[in-house]
């Protein structure tokens, strides 16, 4: 079967009154944007390349609803505050930093966040959070009193 004979495909546009029906060709394809430019697509195959992380944050970040952003917001800043305490160590450079400025602020705004938050979720789950809210809290005043005699 050669190129002339393959069965080809149809694109429906949804977003009008569903009456349009547009037949894909080489150059309709050809002259479709690219779905991620940025991509390096100097050693993947076609079949094979995959857009930025950054393409595919927002893109999943336009399918929660505002809670579950929310959500995951508190669930962010609340790593990235243990990271800046020097909690746990940042998952980039595997190095432990302490910048209490960084934690003091992503604290501040799970402290924003938290309480409406707290009304969309279930009861465990508002119970956890204030839970590792008031740890943040807790190791925050720790680190910020510096070094202790014993340590």
């Avoid at 009861?123 to 005699?149: I, Y």
């Amino acid at each position: 079967m050669n190129e002339e004979d393959a069965p080809g495909f149809t694109v429906v546009d949804r977003r009008s009154s569903g009456d349009d029906v547009v037949e894909a060709t080489d150059e309709t394809v050809a002259s479709m944007p690219e779905v991620a430019p940025d991509v390096d697509q100097t050693d993947a195959e076609p079949e094979l390349q995959m857009p930025p992380p950054e393409y595919l944050l927002n893109l999943a970040c336009l399918s929660l609803s505002v809670t579950e952003l929310c959500a995951t917001l508190v669930f962010v800043l609340d790593q990235k505050a243990r990271i800046h305490m020097g909690l746990l160590a940042d998952p980039n450079t595997g190095e432990v930093k302490v910048s209490l400025d960084d934690a003091r602020l992503a604290i501040d705004l799970i402290q924003f966040l938290a309480p409406r938050v707290r009304r969309e979720i279930p009861p465990e789950a508002a119970a956890e959070l204030d839970r590792r809210t008031n740890d943040l809290r807790m190791n925050f005043v720790t680190r910020s009193q510096g070094p202790t005699k014993d340590g």
